[in-house]
């Protein structure tokens, strides 16, 4: 399906708490299927790409494409999902190869084992790549690997990363471990696919880690991972650790979850603890991943914890949630995690993943809204997009745009993607709509290329 969406005949809205300025671009009812990840924006093109789903127990799907074109935007569905051999429930972030691939994951389809279809799921997931059009719309989808439901893993959960040579690292939320009461259908691992080499087609996965559970390694890692000049992995998991976190119910269930590394060395990965969470004022559920600046320090975000306030309590959540840095040691293997900042409610609530820019700065999103009001329901869905910058060794907040609900925009449940220029690109999800928006004027600033 093709349609021109025409920025200028969508309301422009205007941020009340800073010189940035928020459009939207294009949106989707619930019936085409809700955002499932952050968007992605291609470097050569300036074209997004994203994914549409209905959720993991879902089968139906669809990654679609936005092109820019003067004051307009062409929107694309260049790929569906359905279930079976081919995937289903795409989920995630997409990569973007050198050729303009681009390569993502589908929770579900695949192959069909008995661990999979006792998990409820159509299939075990699968990795799949899209090759560009050379000519007309059409791209073609092609399976890179079919997971088994074994310790292989299961359900791949998007957001993959690639390094120098091509090869894709990513996770699954399940598999790997032997299931326990409190891991059924296992506690996932991180993976690497390698690309075939000469005369040869299939791509070989490599389990570079199986979580465990407990209260000394983590489980369910649900975000990306980042990856340093050495080759080193890092990542944080939902699950695992302290045992003294809870349910939105108020029921201990071990959801505090972990920042991990895994150290390469020629090949071989170790796996470390940089920290468990324990929530309360040092937060948890790092939902988001994390990011690295250039001196390899470790950010990223707490769902929860961090102040508690009566506005955050409203929601279920020990606390509205935290931006937390994890300090290199220059000497010995502790890492020293430090506070950036705890959300108040007012200024947002329940961060997602950040990104940074080339100056060391922060950006991100909160899916609550900034004041204690029902403009965005019940739960206070609005949310807002923040910069954290560092000055004179004091880290600050600026609200760069607070989500009112207006035209049925708020909610942003994802991270944010940058372009070359530093416009920043979100998508939002509030009641049966999703759109895409762009935030020009926020002051980010791409790594210098060398």
């Known amino acids: 399906m093709r349609t021109q969406i025409m920025v200028l005949a969508v309301s422009t809205l205007a941020s009340p708490a800073s010189a ?7 949106s989707w009812s619930g019936s085409s299927g809700y955002v499932f990840g952050p968007p992605m924006v291609a470097a050569a093109t300036g074209d997004i790409y994203g994914v549409l789903g209905f959720g993991t127990t879902s089968a139906s799907g669809s990654v679609y494409s936005l092109t820019p074109s003067g004051s307009s935007w062409t929107q694309n569905t260049i790929s569906s999902f359905s279930g079976g051999s081919g995937g289903g429930a795409p989920v995630g972030g997409l990569a973007a190869g050198a050729s303009g691939d681009l390569y993502g994951a589908a929770f579900s389809g695949g192959s069909s084992s008995s661990a999979c279809k006792s998990a409820g799921l159509s299939g075990c997931g699968l990795i799949y790549q899209l090759a560009p059009p050379t000519g007309g719309f059409t791209w073609t989808r092609s399976t890179l690997y079919t997971f088994t439901g074994g310790t292989d893993g299961i359900g791949p959960v998007g957001g993959l990363i690639a390094d120098s040579t091509g090869a894709l690292y990513g996770v699954t ?10 891991y059924p259908v296992g506690c996932g691992i991180v993976f690497k696919l390698t690309p075939p080499g000469a005369g040869k087609t299939n791509w070989t996965e490599t389990v570079l880690y199986r979580f465990q559970g407990g209260s000394a390694d983590g489980a369910y890692p649900m975000a990306p991972l980042a990856m ?7 990542g944080a998991t939902e699950y695992g650790g302290a045992e003294n976190c809870t349910t939105l119910s108020g029921t201990p269930d071990g959801r505090c979850g972990t920042v991990f590394k895994l150290t390469n060395n020629a090949g071989t990965y170790t796996e470390s603890v940089l920290h468990i969470f324990a929530d309360g004022t040092d937060g948890s559920i790092a939902g988001g991943g994390v990011v690295l600046d250039k001196a390899g320090n470790v950010y990223g975000t707490a769902l929860q914890g961090g102040s508690d306030t009566g506005l955050c309590l409203n929601f279920g959540y020990s606390g509205c949630g935290q931006v937390f840095e994890l300090v290199k040691p220059k000497t010995g293997s502790v890492w020293k995690k430090k506070a950036l900042l705890n959300f108040s409610g007012k200024d947002g609530a329940t961060p997602a993943t950040l990104v940074i820019d080339g100056k060391g700065r922060l950006y991100g999103v909160t899916s609550r809204n900034t004041t204690a009001d ?11 997009i923040f910069k954290l910058a560092k000055v004179d060794k004091v880290w600050t907040e600026t609200v760069l745009y607070g989500f009112t609900g207006a035209g049925s925009v708020a909610d942003p449940e994802f991270g944010l993607s ?3 220029s530093g416009n920043v690109y979100g998508v939002t999800e509030y009641d049966v709509t999703s759109t895409a928006f762009l935030l020009a004027g926020s002051g980010f600033r791409p790594p210098l290329r060398r």
């Open 228 to 234: 340093d000049s050495a080759g080193d992995l890092y």
């Open 418 to 420: 940058v372009d070359a």
């Open 20 to 26: 940035a300025t928020l459009s939207s671009l294009t």
């Open 173 to 182: 939320a399940n598999g790997g471990c032997t299931p326990t009461l409190t």
């Open 374 to 384: 029902t403009s965005c329901g019940v739960s206070y869905y609005c949310g807002t």
